[in-house]
């Protein structure tokens, strides 16, 4: 067992591994989610901004943490969707080995990253998704139509994919650099996250589900009820 655990942790010290951070008007948050990711842990930390309109692209410059790199990208276009295809064109993947997405607006804790990479390093999974909705206090902080919303399109997402993703919503993600690689992103909002498990799915990754905390977010809320439709139709049209 202490043999294990050993190199268990040698993996997670010699793995590199890059923090990606999707931002839009996060000037409340974002300097608390990098302040609390990791590090030397995590080697790097990428913003990708939806071209702010707030003092977000400020704080970010502003931002120090030793031991890890910050980097800051400009997306192109419009919409969360449109921040991770900006980083997958522009970034060399090979640099790390595995790559962490998560929200910048509070509600994702940053100290969850190692038990969210810890599959791969561990080589149990090429995908990793964080599952809110197994939170016991979920229904404290997430409104109840956003509760069940994300209940009724993670039903929708497990009978057209024939996987149950427990909470296919979620904006806690990882991968391995081949998976992220492979992955095909056509969504531009905040249809992404079932465009990327559909992808995960359909390209026969090994996908784990990790229990994480959830929180009410800082700054104002992006997702629209009419965000539903439109995570719908991705859902539909990938698995069609």
């Not at 404290?140 to 009978?159: E, H």
């Not at 391995?176 to 079932?194: G, H, N, P, Q, W």
Request: aromatic share 8%; glycine share 4%; hydrophobic share 40%.
């Amino acid at each position: 067992m202490y043999i294990n655990n050993s190199i268990a942790h040698l993996g997670l010290v010699l793995m590199r591994v890059c923090t990606i951070l999707p931002t839009l008007n996060e000037e409340k948050g974002i300097k608390k989610i990098i302040d609390r990711i990791p590090n030397p842990f995590v080697n790097k930390v990428v913003v990708i901004d939806g071209n702010s309109i707030d003092n977000t692209v400020n704080v970010v410059k502003n931002c120090e943490k030793p031991d890890c790199e910050i980097e800051l990208m400009v997306q192109h276009g419009k919409g969360k969707g449109m921040a991770l295809q900006t980083f997958l064109n522009t970034f060399d993947l090979d640099e790390y080995d595995a790559y962490v997405m998560l929200d910048a607006d509070c509600t994702y804790d940053p100290k969850e990253i190692k038990n969210m990479v810890s599959p791969i390093i561990n080589n149990e999974a090429d995908v990793v998704m964080g599952n809110r909705l197994s939170n016991k206090n979920i229904r404290r902080v997430m409104p109840f139509s956003t509760y069940i919303g994300n209940k009724i399109l993670t039903f929708f997402a497990m009978i057209c994919c024939s996987e149950d993703p427990k909470d296919v919503c979620t904006g806690y993600w990882s991968f391995s650099k081949d998976a992220l690689e492979k992955i095909k992103i056509t969504a531009r909002s905040f249809d992404l996250e079932v465009n990327l498990f559909a992808q995960a799915v359909k390209k026969k990754f090994r996908i784990k589900t990790v229990p994480i905390s959830y929180k009410k977010r800082v700054g104002i809320k992006k997702l629209k009820k009419r965000h539903a439709f439109i995570i719908l139709l991705r859902l539909l049209k990938e698995m069609l």
